[in-house]
């Protein structure tokens, strides 16, 4: 199994549409994350930077490696593009992050 963690970061004043938008996560973006083998997946946020983890047994996922990008993925990536860093094919700025320490 992969522990996947990342950082993501959203624009100032954007805190409160982004916490909305997730509350009402899209029922096609819920059922592409549970098909693609992702599991306990969390986003914790610290001020602007968001920070994200989850867990899969496939880490070559597209989701996980930004490979191949689903058509629902892409329309809820260009949804929350007006609150996030994003690059400039329309895709979240990530900046991954390495495990230092796991205790189970």
Known sequence: ???????MRLKPG???IYQEKHDAVWPEV?????????????????GLD??????????????????????VQRDWWLMMEPYMEYNDDHTPTIWPMTEMFYQE
């Open 1 to 7: 199994m992969a522990r996947v963690a990342f950082k």
């Open 14 to 16: 954007c805190e409160a």
């Open 30 to 46: 819920a059922a592409l994350i549970r098909r693609t083998g992702i599991r306990n997946y969390s986003i914790h946020r610290l």
């Open 50 to 71: 968001l920070f994200a983890y989850y867990e899969t047994d496939e880490p070559t996922a597209p989701l996980a490696t930004g490979g191949a990008i689903d058509p």
